[in-house]
Nanobody
């Protein structure tokens, strides 16, 4: 069982930056691939970014590529999402997720085994 706790969400203005953190409880954190998803009101959850277990590869949604950066610190059992040049359409609850599988990084939410409760990001225009 892995517990994930997100933090760092806030109300910001368009163009601002924000860094989200996700702390994991698992002693085997280094075995998990990690992802960030987001869900806006009235919309389905959508993929934002993912990172391999040893941070050797990353994957981004087209909507955030070039603005968001996913990273991880395995010594701290934490994954981060640095968000720059934020836009109002980035407003959503951001969830981190852990994937115990193998192979390519996934954009599909059902590939992830554990989820955090989420942190709210609101971007005003």
């Amino acid at each position: 069982q892995v517990q994930l706790v997100e933090s760092g969400g806030a109300l910001v203005q368009a163009g601002d930056s924000l860094r989200l953190s996700c702390a994991a409880s698992a002693r085997t954190f280094t075995y998990y691939r990690m992802g960030w998803f987001r869900q806006a009101p009235g919309k389905e959850r959508e993929f934002a970014a993912a990172i391999g277990a040893s941070a050797d590869n990353t994957l981004y949604a087209d909507s955030v590529k070039g603005r968001f950066t996913i990273s991880r610190d395995n010594a701290k059992n934490t994954v981060y999402l640095q968000m720059n040049s934020l836009k109002p359409e980035d407003t959503a609850v951001y969830h981190c997720a852990a994937d115990a599988g193998f192979g390519s990084l996934s954009r599909i939410s059902t590939a992830y085994d554990y989820w955090g409760q989420g942190t709210q990001v609101t971007v005003s225009s």
